[in-house]
């Protein structure tokens, strides 16, 4: 056990010391906790307000704790999807894994110790939603003291069931695919695991639904007392247990169904050690073995052909991102999950007609509401761009084979922010299926919602790749460092934020701008303006910081 306990705290001290962080890193943590005190503030009163409504609408059935069934429910699928990619990327695609294979730890030690991180950052995603929202419904409900420690032990032991499921089916699955044959492929396919599973789960609910039915049954249920409750968590057993323990917090059946739900977690912890012990050291030596094909020659010199310098760039960048696991999930699936929730959505809504109906509404908005509206949506559909503030840091170690090589520093950048770009391309191209063939956009609008949205992703790219060529991160162990313990998606956040916030308020103020056209005209040129200056600032940072990166 003291090994064990000492694995993991070497671990941690590898993801989170401060040890050898910049005082301008050390002084960005700070600005971002200052920064989060409001927006906390804003999101705990939004969450009272919305606790208090359905609390008051609820308790008079006696359905009140269909809440918390909510809540849970919802946590379990949010730790599902975050717990696929945290442990793929660190119990399998870390690159200090096979640094600690030769030491005389047994594989559950190992698999304890990577494990840490991961469950350190489901804490932080399920504690956004679980302590508000728990301590709200306690002050609305003027719940006991034993409420309160019952809820805290529950939120200490919740992320263990849907963490230890998930390692378990990816630690079989990494045992028994034929990675080292091959590993590429098997790479990308554990990426899009999750993606699928949370578009498959989604889709198959909505066809299994039918909404006469539902509503029928739902409007029975809340009759009931915990009716609702049963109807919410009927597919998560450990969602129901727990509610039960906090709504009979005062009762010995609740004290019962906390022991029940710390009995389930204790032996899916003991069930994902044993299976670790099994699996895990089998997974890894599948991963880092070699492949028997022989090298062929001539295959090579038939892929060496002559091409411009900023395609090869591209496409050396796009084979990095595609052929590593971290870099596909953060950059390419994370970006194309909203995009694609919302096609499954929408096609598999009972009521089409009413998306037709939204189209329509768009086409008899005037041009310039309709235009800005759909701007905004879309900026706030595609977010940030991972591919573009990692585009330096992806690197690495490599980063210095860049300076000797006969390319134009530009050329090495632009290709980056290119890359992200393209990316970047994917989600917008899925985003014009849903505004041509689901909405009906008018062709007008459509052509010009599009072409804004370009420019926007471009501006964007460029944002990103300055922020990461001014501050990369090139000493990472863990590919995932080039994403978490940053502050740069933040940054980028709030210039592209504030750029495009401003531009918007501009035209929505200015009153002799009417019109589809002319205000996709200002529109442009504000964004070709906000680019020109992207352009000189990445221009300048490649002149001052592109030798001097290492």
Not at 349 to 375: A, D, I, N, R, V
């Amino acid at each position: 056990m003291n090994k064990t306990l000492r694995l993991i705290h070497t671990m941690l001290k590898m993801q989170y010391s401060m040890a050898g962080k910049s005082t301008g890193e050390k002084l960005g943590y700070l600005f971002l906790l200052l920064f989060l005190v409001p927006f906390a503030f804003i999101f705990i009163s939004l969450m009272n307000s919305i606790v208090a409504t359905l609390y008051q609408q609820l308790a008079p059935t006696g359905n009140e704790n269909a809440l918390l069934g909510l809540l849970f429910v919802g946590i379990t699928f949010i730790l599902f999807f975050v717990s696929l990619s945290s442990i793929l990327s660190s119990f399998y695609f870390a690159e200090d894994i096979e640094g600690f294979i030769p030491y005389p730890f047994h594989p559950y030690q190992l698999l304890a110790g990577k494990a840490a991180a991961p469950f350190i950052s489901l804490y932080l995603t399920s504690g956004v939603l679980m302590v508000p929202i728990l301590t709200l419904f306690g002050i609305h409900s003027g719940a006991s003291f034993i409420y309160y420690l019952y809820a805290f032990i529950l939120f200490i032991i919740f992320p263990v069931v849907p963490f230890t499921v998930v390692a378990i089916i990816l630690m079989f699955f990494m045992r028994y695919a034929n990675i080292a044959k091959n590993k590429d492929r098997t790479k990308v396919f554990a990426g899009l695991l999750s993606f699928v599973f949370i578009i498959g789960f989604n889709i198959i609910i909505r066809l299994n639904q039918d909404p006469g039915q539902t509503a029928e049954g739902a409007a029975a249920l809340i009759q009931e007392q915990n009716g609702l409750l049963d109807l919410i968590t009927g597919m998560v057993p450990t969602a129901y247990f727990s509610t039960m323990a906090l709504n009979y917090a005062r009762e010995l059946s609740g004290l019962l169904f906390l022991l029940l739900m710390l009995a389930i977690s204790t032996g899916a912890v003991l069930l994902f050690l044993l299976a670790g012990q099994k699996l895990y050291f089998k997974g890894i030596l599948g991963l880092t073995a070699g492949s028997r094909k022989t090298f062929d020659p001539h295959k090579v010199t038939r892929k060496i052909k002559h091409q411009p310098v900023v395609a090869a760039m591209i496409k050396k960048e796009l084979r990095i991102i595609f052929r590593t696991p971290t870099f596909f999930m953060q950059c390419v699936v994370q970006s194309l999950f909203a995009p694609v929730f919302l096609i499954v959505i929408l096609l598999f809504e009972s009521s089409s007609s009413s998306f037709s109906m939204l189209g329509t509404m768009l086409g008899q908005f005037q041009g310039k509401t309709s235009l800005l509206l759909l701007f905004v949506f879309s900026l706030f559909i595609l977010g940030v761009n991972p591919a573009s503030y990692s585009s330096i840091s992806r690197d690495g170690r490599n980063w210095p084979a860049n300076l000797y090589l006969p390319v134009h520093p530009e050329a090495v950048i632009f290709s980056k922010a290119a890359t992200a770009w393209l990316i970047n391309l994917l989600s917008i191209l899925l985003l014009a299926i849903i505004g041509i063939a689901v909405l009906n956009m008018p062709p007008g609008l459509f052509a010009l919602w599009v072409g804004l949205t370009l420019l926007a992703s471009w501006f964007t790219s460029l944002v990103g790749t300055a922020l990461d060529l001014n501050q990369p991160k090139l000493h990472w162990t863990d590919e995932q460092e080039v994403f978490k313990s940053r502050l740069i998606s933040l940054f980028a956040l709030l210039i592209e934020m504030g750029a495009f916030g401003f531009i918007v308020i501009i035209i929505w103020n200015i009153d002799a701008v009417e019109g589809l056209w002319m205000t996709a005209l200002l529109l442009a040129l504000l964004l070709a303006g906000a680019i020109a200056i992207s352009h000189v600032v990445l221009k300048r940072l490649i002149r001052t910081h592109y030798h001097n990166t290492i």
